[in-house]
Antibody, heavy 121, light 112 residues
């Protein structure tokens, strides 16, 4: 059974970088079938997909247009985890952030526990 | 991006009765391979979303058969039969046909 454990700061100052990590157990970040996603949820924007990474002989990265200029999703094969970095944050980036796995079947079958990140000075 | 519109936004239901949630897409969710990647998620208070239904009508592992999905093209429905107290929460449709995943705004199911 796949488990995803999120970690990272819960309070970030405006203009700084939001960073979260999702540790994977029960699967590999380098899997040739899985896709590793970041999604966030806020009262104003609802559920919003942010970005993904996956390995198919090489690493691929895909990002939502709304955050494309500010986001990086990066795998860490040595620790079997992947991370989200969102720079130049504003209070509008305050949300619960989730990591989620798509197991190669076009749906998110495993989710992290969620991380409420507040952007405030 | 594909816009998913759910109705109703709130659904008070009596225990043991049924609830239906509609999800309408701004464009067809049929992928080039003929499959339709429309899923339903349940989110209980304080928890992450949980997958219930994928590819319109397939129940995910461990999901009770009280949950059923139907529809095609742009119109989809989630039905909860014989509602139980544990079904309280917010239900979302989501599409993964396009690479940019999008979600409905959510329907809150509560007990009358």
């Amino acid at each position: 059974q796949v488990q995803l454990q999120q970690s990272g700061p819960r309070l970030v100052k405006p203009s700084q970088t939001l960073s979260l990590t999702c540790a994977i157990s029960g699967d590999s970040v380098s899997s040739n079938s899985a896709v590793w996603n970041w999604i966030r949820q806020s009262p104003s924007r609802g559920l919003e997909w942010l970005g993904r990474t996956y390995f198919r002989s090489k690493w691929y990265f895909e990002y939502a247009a709304s955050v494309k200029s500010r986001i990086t999703v990066s795998p860490d094969t040595s620790k079997n985890q992947f991370s989200l970095h969102l720079n130049s944050v504003t209070p509008e980036d305050t949300a619960v952030y989730y990591c989620a796995r798509e197991g190669g079947n076009w749906y998110p079958d495993s989710w992290g526990q969620g991380s409420l990140v507040t952007v405030s000075s | 991006d594909i816009v998913l519109t759910q109705t109703p936004l709130s659904s008070p239901v009596t225990l043991g009765q049924s609830a239906s949630i509609s999800c309408r897409s701004s464009q067809s969710l049929v992928y080039s391979n003929g499959d339709t990647y429309l899923s339903w998620l349940q989110q209980r208070p304080g928890q992450p979303p949980r997958l219930l239904i994928y590819e319109v009508s397939k129940r995910f592992s461990g999901v009770p058969d009280r949950f059923s999905g139907s529809g095609a093209g742009t119109d989809f429905t989630l039905k909860i039969s014989r509602v139980e107290a544990e079904d309280v929460g917010v239900y979302y449709c989501m599409q993964t046909t396009q690479s940019t995943w999008t979600f409905g705004q959510g329907t809150k199911v509560e007990i009358k």
